[in-house]
């Protein structure tokens, strides 16, 4: 399994990280959000400088819908990308920086603690935090392989 300590990588370039800002709104764009009328859109950079955009998919079946920033980590995954160096998200709040929920906060933390989620306004203005930092004293894929008392039924 990784170290999650190989994931540090130094601050990124801010031409990427405009980048990266302007594809979380673009993807914005594709939002599927009938219920809420919530858009909301995600970029993730992989760790060989790739990116995925994603955004929120709703559900008739209201506990269905999934949002922006799994969609974008569900695609980047899939096509075998598992390390990341940062994740953009955007909506359409003007006062206020979208931050991702709790499930994608665990979502993000399968794939390391230290990588960059840039949180942004309609205006690309933003606030970086790690995820380690919006999630600390997370469960992860470590602590699955941590030492057990003996268990009944082996
Ligand atoms: N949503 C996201 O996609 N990402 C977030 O960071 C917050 C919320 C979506 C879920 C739902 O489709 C809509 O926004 C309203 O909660």
Redesign the pocket.
């Known amino acids: 399994m990784m170290n999650i300590e190989d994931q540090t990588s130094g601050p990124l370039p801010k031409e990427i990280v405009r980048v990266l800002i302007e594809k979380a709104h673009e993807a914005k764009n594709q939002a599927y959000?009938p219920y809420?009328k919530?858009r909301?859109g995600a970029a993730v950079l992989t760790q060989d400088d790739r990116m995925f955009k994603g955004c929120?998919v709703?559900n008739a079946c209201y506990n269905l819908?999934v949002?922006?920033?799994r969609t974008a980590m569900l695609k980047a995954v899939s096509e075998g990308h598992k390390t990341f160096k940062a994740i953009a998200?955007a909506s359409d709040m003007n006062d206020e920086f979208?931050?991702?929920?709790g499930a994608?906060r665990q979502f993000m933390r399968e794939f390391g603690l230290k990588w960059d989620v840039y949180m942004t306004k309609p205006d690309s203005s933003y606030e970086k935090m790690t995820v380690e930092q919006l999630l600390p004293r997370s469960f992860g894929p470590d602590d699955l392989t941590q030492k057990k008392i003996d268990t009944p039924n082996e």
Do not use: K, Q, T
Request: hydrophobic content about 30%; proline content about 6%; glycine content about 6%.
């Open positions: 959000c809420s919530f909301v929120n709703e819908g949002c922006a920033e998200i979208i931050s991702p929920c994608c």
